[in-house]
């Protein structure tokens, strides 16, 4: 499905690396040539100095506030991590971040944003990150209007079966076919990303049209159909305004290399996926590092899959990023 292999070549990066390095060489000769006690002394600043930048680092990129002083004094932050991911500050800046990844951004109203509520209640509660796309619960406008509410809810699929994420990608398809929610799944869940083509006056913009070239790769014949996949999600009342929504009728399609009966069997087959977790830490590279992971931090990426693979949680993903040397020294 979704390989790694387009990932960016950056020649760049090598150069910035030795450009680091020179002063650190220079420093290194005029520390040769100062007396045995300076050297040590200035040994000693140089980690107080490396340790106080980590901590600052960390503290921005975690909790998104300048470091206090026990972290700037600590010789370990990177120690402090764990800590810091179990903070009420990490849930809400990692469910922010992820709902402007999956959302482009809050809503106007703050009870309209399912997508931030239920990955700061995942990250809270300690849940497997896979909760957020699949788990059984309901998201809904809190009685004061200012937030939304997380409760058990036996027929809850994540955030895609939440009144306020269905209304928001319902989308225009002439017989109620939900297309954009159907992109956004796939978005959300294994990274697909497409420019949708704006086509042609005129063009037949319907199922038929879109079974014709050249139309059809996207919506019916690559591994992502659209179409297909809208198949198994409810149908928007034609022209109902705000959006009401009828059960799907179409029955199982063939997708994924398998015939896949409901939403929920297709969410879970996503979320069981390389793409998904593979999604998941490129999302955690840019929340920690404002880009996408480059090739000389394979490593530390595959460190990141592993964990969510055997750990479950999106704390324990950022943890295998942030608590590597190379978070710090970079
Ligand atoms: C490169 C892939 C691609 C191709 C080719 C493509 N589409 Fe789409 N189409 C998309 C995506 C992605 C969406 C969902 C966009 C969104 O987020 O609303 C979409 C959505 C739609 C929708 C639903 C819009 C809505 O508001 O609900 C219609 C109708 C549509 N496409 C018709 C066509 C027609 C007709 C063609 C050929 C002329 C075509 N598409 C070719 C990717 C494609």
Redesign the pocket.
């Known amino acids: 499905m979704v390989s790694r292999s387009h990932r960016p070549l950056r020649r760049g990066l090598r150069i910035t690396l030795l450009a680091l390095a020179l002063p650190t060489i220079a420093s290194g000769i005029a520390l040769l040539t100062n007396a045995k006690g300076a050297r040590a002394d200035g040994a000693e600043a140089d980690k107080a100095e490396a340790s106080e930048r980590c901590a600052i680092r960390i503290a921005i990129a975690l909790q998104g506030r300048s470091a206090d002083a026990a972290l700037v004094a600590n010789p370990d932050p990177q120690g402090a991590i764990d800590g810091m991911l179990a903070s009420p500050e990490f849930a809400d800046r990692y469910a922010s971040f992820i709902n402007s990844e999956f959302n482009g951004g809050p809503t106007t109203a703050a009870s309209d944003d399912p997508v931030y509520y239920l990955a700061k209640f995942v990250i809270a509660q300690n849940k497997p990150w896979s909760e957020l796309f699949i788990g059984a619960y309901s998201v809904t406008a809190a009685a004061d209007g200012k937030s939304m509410d997380v409760a058990a809810d036996a027929k809850g699929l994540g955030y895609f079966r939440t009144a306020s994420w269905m209304k928001r ?6 017989m109620g ?4 929610a ?3 799944i796939l978005s959300n869940t294994a990274g697909l990303m ?4 704006v ?2 006056p005129g ?4 199922a038929t ?2 079974s ?1 070239s ?6 019916f014949d690559d591994w992502y159909a ?1 179409d297909k996949f809208a198949r198994l999600l409810p149908m928007k009342k034609v022209a109902s305004d705000p959006p009401t929504f009828t059960p799907t009728t179409a029955g199982p399609q063939q997708l994924l290399g398998k015939t896949i009966t409901d939403d929920k069997e297709l969410i879970q087959t996503l979320v069981d996926s390389d793409a998904w977790r593979f999604n998941q830490c490129r999302n955690v590279f840019k929340f920690l590092y404002g880009r996408s992971e480059n090739q000389c931090e394979s490593k530390v990426f595959d460190a990141c899959v592993d964990a969510l693979a055997s750990q479950k949680t999106i704390q324990s993903a950022v943890a295998a990023v942030a608590k590597d040397a190379s978070f710090c020294v970079k």
């Open positions: 990608y319902a989308g225009n398809e002439p076919y939900m297309l954009s159907s992109f956004r497409l420019t949708p083509s086509g042609n063009d037949d913009r319907t049209g879109r014709a050249p139309c059809k790769s996207c919506h659209l």
